[in-house]
């Protein structure tokens, strides 16, 4: 695999250069600075053996893009991975500026960016793979006073790779953003900046931002945001009023005048939305979903806001998600929390007014993700397990949630997805799900991600480590996909690829819906999570071990 990135001369282009190096891909490396470029390549050469071209050329000149691909070609060079790094930026009033700084920064940070993307997109369609992966900023979320230009360049960089990887989710070919906070970078005295309120705030160094990048990259995330503070930034700066954002930045971008921490910038953002919201109805991110889902179920909305439940947006502002913790319930002591996903045609509301009984009882926080988006019954009308997992896994940082604490089920389609997410929650490292509750959903074989698996792409061991409850009915109206002989075939596949099944129900009497309709269900799948948990915290050198000793087949 080789990558080509732009910027590579200093900064989060010079980090990326070193990891992918690291990781044994070939570079084509490509900035003004030729001696900073050859000095690197042999270096990456020496500490890697990796395969380094040096193209210096300047991104400034309309002419560089087409040169770049000509000469690549000429080379006979593919490439797998394109970094869009190289950005430039000027601070002032705009008025004042001088004309052509901005147009080259418009040249640079979107029509070269934008050029290259088309030019190298083309064959990594054809081939059905290939990475992009195009640095924006936390700039792109609101309007820039002071550097109006460099703020705007950022978030057409934002909108255009966002539209761009709904395109091409079908082919193989992924889209990332990376939108970092201020970074310790050469950026800042190149765009004349180094004096400005937001600056003397705590900054990344450019190696972490590279990582955290990095990793996004090859995990498919669209978004990737560098740190707690300007994910909470991101977030928050939607539901505050415009005029607000806009002179809020303008004073971050004042020079010479007494701090105001990026953090108390966060709590007046807070507060303003607060303001506009109200105390108990829950942030408007999307609107027409949350109003679908309220008028569908108006006794079970009301339900979740009388029981305390929050309602909120999901990181990537497409939909919301409900979470209900008991008063004392702390994730740094290891308290357990339930992640759940809804059926067909369904609502977080649900999942969360079937849990509640056996949460409350126990202890458990509830998170129902709502991943439905309220039209159709496709694919596209629901979150795809590669879109969910990074959407999941930031909630649940966002709440402090510890590896092996959470609890993750499935209803029905939502079901046939856990697999999928459990895979994804394995090869990531973060091992949040110590159980699984598959309830009433196969693992279809010709869907993609476990044709994937099924093919060998996750090794071997996909589901080494991972702990399971299957449950089925016998009355199900669907046997081949969500009843017992679908719940059977992926009791064999699970097991084929190192899962451990603790835990299979079958129900005679129900129907599709049985698990809840019978207490026992419930409880028997939780005592099994907590079989698992306190197994590990008097032994937990082995996971099978562990589990082992619990393995049972209940039907009734």
Known sequence: MRALITGASSGIGYELAKLFARDGHDLVLVARNRPVLEALADKLKEQHGTSVKVLAKDLGQPSAPQEIVSQLKKDGIQVDVLVNNAGVGAHGPFAESDLKVQLNMIQVNLTALTELTRLFLEDMVKRGQGRIFNIASTAAFQPGPLMAVYYASKAYVLSFSEALAEELRPTGVTITTLCPGPTDTGFQKAAGIQGIRLLKAKRMDAQTVARIGYEGLFKGKVIVISGLTNKIGAFLVRFVPRGIVRRAVRKLQEKNKQLLSWALFLLVLAG?????????????????????????????????????????????????????????????????????????????????????????????????????????????????????????????????????????????????????????????????????????????????????????????????????????????????????????????????????????????????????????????????????????????????????????????
């Open 272 to 556: 303003a939305g607060s303001e506009v919201r109200g105390a108990t109805e829950p942030p408007q991110t999307e609107p027409r979903l949350l109003e679908q889902a309220r008028a569908a179920d108006p006794e079970r909305y009301r339900f979740a806001l009388d029981r305390g439940a929050q309602i909120l947006p999901t990181p990537d502002g497409r939909s919301f998600y409900v979470f209900w913790a008991p008063a004392h319930w702390k994730a740094s002591q290891r308290h357990p929390i339930l992640v759940t996903l809804h059926g067909h045609a369904s609502w977080a509301f649900d999942e969360l007014y079937l849990w509640y009984p056996a949460a409350a009882k126990r202890g458990f926080a509830i998170l129902a993700l709502q991943w439905w988006f309220g039209q159709g019954e496709s694919s596209w009308s629901y979150y795809l397990p590669q879109e969910m997992y990074p959407v999941m896994e930031t909630i649940l940082r966002g709440y402090g949630v510890l590896a092996g604490t959470a609890l993750l089920h499935g209803f029905s389609r939502g079901s046939a997805n856990v697999y999928a997410l459990t895979a994804l929650d394995q090869g990531s490292g973060n091992r949040f799900f110590k159980l699984t509750i598959a309830n009433a959903g196969g693992a279809a074989p010709d869907f993609p991600f476990n044709v994937a698996i099924s093919n060998g792409s996750y090794g071997q061991g996909a589901f080494a480590g991972t702990h399971w409850v299957l449950f089925c009915s016998e009355q199900d109206e669907n046997p081949k996909r969500d009843g017992c002989p679908a719940m059977r075939n992926t009791r064999q596949w699970l097991e084929s690829f190192g899962g451990q099944v603790d835990l299979f129900l079958e129900e005679f009497k129900q129907g599709h819906g049985g698990f809840h309709q019978n207490p026992r269900n419930v409880n028997l799948a939780l005592d099994a999570f907590d079989h698992l948990t306190t197994a590990q915290k008097e032994n937990g050198r082995s996971r099978r071990r562990s589990g082992s000793s619990f393995r049972q087949e209940s039907k009734w």
